[in-house]
């Protein structure tokens, strides 16, 4: 059963959290938070980490059993069943928005008029046979892919690095308020917090005390990344121009002048991360496998593997039809609920201490 | 070990003849034997009076040694001693080594039909088997698919004896085991398992004989009847046995820890399991200097990615991208395609369709012709396409890197899967652009991270990481620093060569003149 | 194990078919587009003219290119073509162009755009907008700025040296002869959003090899001075143009001379490097800039007697050369001062350091700047090494014949 090693999950996290961040949600950052925006994503890290953490002690309490079954030894069935299909629902939703943004993107810039479900579905089906091969082929898909992901992102702020106006780095100083950079804060927990779900997987992790190590690796990586990502826009957009740009990550792409080589290297970019993007739909579509295959006490989870993919593909064309839709839905409480179902566990163990300890003195009390 | 092959069908005639008598045995024999024109029955006296037969094929016996090293000594033996009855089946009385002694009938069928003699005598149920071939068979040769420049020159030949007579050779350790099993009802093709005993793990030897176990089929012509019966994934387009003709890459293989398969009549020997990095090595590059041989490594996989990515690319990038190309070389692009009636898709399908059967065609081309035909085929169909207008320049020239890169694989199989890959992703690149072309590549990751070779996964040792063997998957590294065997050798037995074998470098020694 | 290989097939051939009914959906075959390599944009009395130029690679097929004479006035055999039309807006015109030309117009090459004067004085929004909004063009656009009527002389000037006009500007901006002013540049911040210097773009006869009734060729000629996105009145000479582009640490080497302190003769100097650090700085409630140049600079004639190997003389002779920068700073900063204008963009420094002061001004950032805003500027030059002799020619080795 233990056939994911830690570097596998440390690369695969990494992954997870840089590669939708970097990608989509910068300028969503910018917007709100301005110069503040480092900060805001140093410290949602941080809040997200933390939030795993309570996941690590919980899961390294029962390392050998899958959560879904001793969950309802916690907090009984009829609160365990609703309370993990709402962890399964959250990471619906996230895929399904995922997929929104994947295809919203690459139809805006570089498919103009081929049909959404077009893109829907060839990413459905590369997500799900990526995914039916069980645990170890996401892992594995993730460990090849990492070095060449981390060398494509870490290019970037390299190649525009002659663009930059070094002294609005100043600003991030002399801007610092923390009010200001709670809304990214917010954003940022909810994307890191997603490593909590490693409970879910506990079994299947090789030498499981080492897993805070690996998450906290993640963490670092994944923030080092974005912030090296977000510095740049900052320095070359500065912070005005930068919260106006619908895609800045695009632009700073475009602007990178790579000699008479190529002018713009953005396709071939977006080609790599596209694949670090399938590697984190893969994993949700795992969980999300994992949770209904364990509820429904089938051992395999390969059966749901391919109604999941094809749901949340589905669903990411018709759950919102624009743009301007999309950011009603992202505004409104769509992170709360995200948040929620990352604090979950925090629940089971902080439930679970109690219990514990609740137990322990009943027996001392028979001593 | 001898695997045994039951007989399928009932004799057309019924059973011998259980008498001790030659003669309705001699009959029976020739029934069996019947309408075979080169069996050959000698009958002849030994003794007293004392009938005995010596059956065999003409062409295929070894008459001439049989003749001189047994018969002649028996009749003069026989002929000085005439009243002791002679006990041909005493051991001591023979001056062959190796016969066997058999009361099989069928047994001794088998055993003529694989070019032995089989000498019956007058009341005496037991048979003599003299195991003694010699036919014409293929003196050793340089292989022709994969030649080196510096290392050694022999290849396999179709007779197994001589082939395990080149491992021997090279492994002269008695823990290299050679089991033999047999294979076709008609063929009876002999079949060895090499393998060194301590290195090769035990379940690998196990679950290659539980595969081959199941085999019952009429005749294995060649390795490859075998291979496709055998292998983990038969709808995969990746080869999961590597083969080979070479004694030295076998002999490497082998101590590594891995599996030979060596199959009669045929020169190609089956190495499991095998991984996608070692089909991307040659035996050249162990010969060559390490510098050397991790450029070229390094060349391999790059084009590697070329044979399967450039016309893709292609495509992908005039159809959807054109703002990635500079602004000059779109112009040059652009201006010689103005001519071309046919879509940037359609135009790299019939070049590459063109190339195929330019390749197929070459195969089998007789020797006289085939040289003017590459020719030809290069420059006038390239050259005349572009003049007429049919094809563009860049195409040409994209199909004919694409062309040379294949051929830098040094398993021709893997060649070919690459090769009919790519004409998946030319499609998916005319639909989806460059997100096709990434789309295509992670369902090729994905099964090559899925795929297992006889329980090694295909891509080890990148996924799953093993560390200690990248030093010989992404470089070459010098054979000082090849410390411990890959990761499919068994896991006790690692260290292959001691710690420093340098230690001259850094010692005073011979610089004190 | 069949009926799995039928399936296969079956499933295989059922996508194949979808696959290759349904089409390429956004696939635009290369030679089914025609790639804008410059936008030109002009104000006629009828509306916005609109003009792109097109690279007409159908002229280059190889080995089928004729004309190649040196006489550029047959504009059969030039590959360009420039298509105008003229709209009551930039989209409309493009609309219309759309119309007029066979293939998918694509703005993915297109790397500069020359705006006509009459253009600018109404406003470049509608260009920074249109730049923006699409998907293809990018932000690094350069601008460019014509006097007068822009297409005919454009579309009909002398290229010598490249193919199309479009690789002329690229090679004038990557070489750094031209002040490089992009769409990014005007949109820095509101407070000085739209101020900016584009480079203006003239047209000589310089081609002795050209006959007489030629069309002129392209030279770079000064810059105009944008505020608020509309075009001034005032422009910048080119030797002032330089001290402008210093300032925006474009200019790297520059050729120059100036006169000996100790005897008035020209010496001639080559920068070999120039760094330029701009630092907000706030003294109580008022905002003053300091602008520090540094720059090396190698002779590269001299017709002085000053000798060379001296280190007083030297010292002197950097004290004139920050004498002369400094000057020129200043006459540059004050012009676009007197114009209003925040073309070097200190708005951003002083709301990067100094973010509630800035808060409180920056409504009349524009105000304070062409009145209120302390200068200084500061030069420090080092002669690094003197050329390939010591002493002046005429020094050595000519004789003074009364």
């Known amino acids: ?367 | 070990m001898k695997g045994t092959s039951r007989e399928t069908q009932s004799a057309p005639v019924g059973a011998c003849p259980p008498t001790l008598e030659l003669t309705p045995r001699l009959e029976w024999f020739k029934e069996r034997l019947d309408r075979c024109y080169d069996a050959v029955f000698h009958t002849f006296t030994i003794g007293r009076g004392l009938p005995c037969v010596l059956i065999y094929f003409q062409g295929m016996f070894d008459y001439l040694n049989a003749e001189e090293h047994l018969l002649m000594p028996l009749l003069r033996e026989s002929s000085e001693r005439v009243d002791e009855p002679a006990g041909l089946f005493d051991e001591h009385r023979i001056p062959l080594a190796r016969t066997i002694v058999i009361d099989d009938p069928d047994e001794a069928i088998k055993q003529v039909m694989m070019g032995h003699g089989v000498l019956l005598q007058e009341n005496e149920a037991q048979m003599l088997v003299l195991p003694f071939v010699s036919y014409e068979t293929r003196a050793l040769e340089e292989a022709p698919n994969e030649s080196v420049i510096r290392g050694p020159r022999e290849a396999f030949v179709e007779s197994l004896d001589t082939n395990l007579t080149l491992l021997r050779r090279r492994i002269k350790s008695p823990l290299l085991k050679t089991e033999r099993l047999t294979f076709g009802v008609h063929t009876q093709t002999s079949v060895i398992l090499a393998y060194l005993e301590g290195t090769c793990p035990d379940r690998l030897i196990r679950e290659v004989k539980r595969r081959l176990a199941n085999i019952r089929i009429d005749g294995v012509l060649g390795s490859s009847y075998l291979e496709e019966i055998i292998q983990d994934s038969p709808y995969s387009p990746f080869p999961q046995l590597q083969y080979t003709e070479r004694p030295d890459t076998v002999s490497a293989s082998v101590l590594e820890g891995r599996i030979a398969i060596l199959v009669d009549n045929t020169p190609m020997i089956l190495l499991a399991p095998v991984t996608f990095f070692m089909m991307l090595q040659s035996a050249e590059d162990y010969y060559q200097p390490f510098i050397a041989a991790s450029w070229i490594r390094w060349i391999r996989f790059i084009f590697l990615s070329t044979s399967l990515l450039l016309p893709s690319f292609y495509i992908a990038i005039t159809t959807f991208h054109p703002e990635m190309i500079p602004f000059n070389l779109l112009i040059s692009i652009s201006s010689s395609r103005e001519i071309v009636p046919f879509p940037a898709l359609m135009e790299a399908a019939m070049m590459e369709l063109a190339f195929e059967a330019l390749r197929e065609a070459s195969v089998r081309i007789p020797k006289s012709i085939g040289q003017a035909v590459s020719i030809i085929g290069a420059l006038i169909i390239g050259t005349a396409a572009v003049q007429a207008g049919i094809v563009s320049a860049a195409m040409v020239i994209i199909v004919s890197v694409t062309g040379i890169a294949s051929f830098i694989i040094p398993n021709f199989d893997l060649g070919l899967s690459f090769r009919l890959l790519r004409f998946p992703m030319m499609l998916l690149a005319g639909m989806f652009g460059i997100f096709g072309i990434a789309c295509g590549i992670i369902l090729i990751y994905v099964h090559l991270v899925n795929l297992q070779s006889f329980g090694t996964p295909y891509l080890a040792p990148v996924t799953p990481r093993a560390a200690r063997s990248l030093k010989d998957t992404v470089y070459r590294a010098p054979w000082w620093k090849m410390r411990t065997l890959p990761f499919m050798a068994n896991r006790t037995n690692r260290l292959r060569e001691i710690a420093n074998m340098r230690a001259w470098a850094s010692s005073e020694g011979a610089d004190d003149e | 194990m069949t009926t799995a290989l039928t399936r296969l097939f079956k499933t295989t051939a059922g996508l194949l078919a979808i696959a290759l009914l349904t089409g390429c959906w956004s696939s635009i075959e290369l030679n089914n587009r025609a790639f804008v390599s410059v936008m030109l944009i002009d104000q006629t009395d009828k509306g916005v003219e609109l003009t792109l130029g097109f690279p007409l690679t159908n002229r280059l097929i190889p080995g089928q290119t004729g004309g190649s004479g040196v006489s550029a006035t047959a504009s059969s055999a030039q590959p360009n073509a420039y298509i105008s039309r003229v709209g009551p807006s930039l989209e409309d015109a493009l609309q219309k162009i759309q119309g007029d030309v066979p293939r998918q117009i694509a703005f993915g090459q297109t790397h500069s755009i020359i705006i006509g004067s009459r253009f600018a004085e109404r406003g470049v929004e509608p260009i920074l907008e249109f730049v923006l909004r699409n998907p293809y063009l990018k932000m690094n656009t350069n601008l460019f700025l014509v006097e007068g009527p822009v297409r005919n002389k454009v579309a009909q000037m002398s290229i010598p040296f490249e193919r199309f006009l479009a690789s002329v500007l690229n090679g004038y901006v990557s070489n750094r002869q031209i002040m490089s002013t992009t769409v990014k540049d005007l949109m820095y911040s509101k407070a000085n959003g739209g101020d900016g210097l584009l480079p203006i773009l003239g047209f000589i006869h310089n081609n002795a090899a050209l006959a007489p009734g030629s069309p002129p060729s392209l030279t770079t000629a000064g810059a105009a001075i944008l505020r608020n996105g509309k075009l001034v009145e005032t422009r910048l000479k080119p030797s002032e143009l330089s001290s402008a582009r210093a300032i925006l640490n474009q200019l790297k080497q520059y050729i120059y001379s100036i006169d000996s302190p100790t005897d008035g003769g020209k010496i001639g100097f080559y920068t070999t490097s120039l760094d330029m650090t701009i630092r907000p700085a706030l003294t109580g409630e008022d905002f003053k800039i300091v602008i520090r140049c540094k720059l090396q600079a190698v002779i590269i004639a001299s017709d002085s007697e000053i000798d060379l190997e001296s280190k007083g003389e030297i010292r002197q002779l950097e004290q004139a050369i920050n004498k002369i920068a400094n000057e020129g700073f200043a006459s540059v900063v004050a012009k676009t001062r007197q114009a209003g204008a925040d073309v070097f963009g200190f708005a951003l420094y002083f709301s990067v350091r100094y973010p509630r002061e800035w808060n409180r001004i920056k409504e009349q950032w524009r105000d304070y700047y062409k009145n209120r805003l302390e200068v200084k500027i500061e030069t420090d030059a080092m002669l690094k090494r003197s050329g390939s002799s010591v002493h002046s020619i005429r020094e050595k080795f000519l004789n003074d014949e009364a």
Request: charged share 10%.
């Open chain 1, 1 to 367: 059963m233990q056939t994911v090693t830690q570097a596998q999950l440390f690369k695969l996290f990494a992954l997870h959290l840089f590669s939708t961040m970097i990608a989509f949600m910068l300028g969503i950052m910018m917007q709100q938070s301005g110069y503040n925006g480092p900060l805001g994503i140093l410290s949602g890290a941080l809040i997200g980490l933390g939030m795993a953490f309570f996941a690590y002690r919980l899961g390294m309490r029962r390392p050998d059993r899958f959560f879904v079954e001793y969950g309802k030894e916690i907090v009984g069935r009829w609160l365990h069943t609703p309370l993990v299909l709402f962890i399964a629902v959250a990471n619906l939703l996230i895929g399904m928005i995922n997929f929104w943004e994947l295809q919203d993107f690459l139809i805006q810039f570089y498919l103009v008029s081929t049909p959404p479900w077009a893109i829907a579905g060839l990413c459905g089906i590369c997500i799900a046979y990526t995914v039916r091969f069980g645990v170890n082929s996401v892992f594995r898909a993730a460990e090849g892919i990492f070095l060449f992901s981390l060398l494509s992102f870490l290019l970037i702020p390299i190649l525009v690095s002659e663009s930059f106006n070094w002294y609005i780095g100043v600003g991030l100083a002399t801007h610092f308020s923390p009010r200001e950079a709670w809304p990214s804060a917010y954003y940022t927990s909810s994307v890191f917090g997603e490593m909590s779900f490693v409970l879910f997987i506990y079994p299947y992790l090789m030498q499981p005390h080492r897993t805070f190590r690996s998450m906290s690796g993640s963490m670092i990586v994944a923030a080092a990344l974005v912030l090296l990502h977000i510095v740049p826009l900052l320095l070359i957009f500065g912070p005005e121009l930068a919260s106006n740009l619908n895609y800045p990550e695009l632009e700073l792409l475009r602007f990178m002048r790579s000699g008479s080589f190529l002018e713009t290297l953005d396709p071939a970019l977006i080609a790599l991360w596209l694949i670090s993007i399938f590697v984190k739909l893969g994993f949700i579509v795992f969980i999300i496998s994992l949770i209904l295959a364990h509820l429904l006490k089938l051992k395999d989870t390969k059966p749901f593997v391919s109604p999941v993919t094809a749901f949340i593909a589905v669903g990411s064309l018709v759950i919102v039809k624009s743009n301007i839709q999309f950011q009603n839905l992202m505004t409104g409480g769509l992170l709360t609920l995200f948040f929620a179902s990352e604090l979950i566990p925090i629940l089971y163990y902080v439930v679970d201490s109690l219990q514990a300890a609740w137990r322990k003195k009943r027996k001392g009390r028979f001593n």
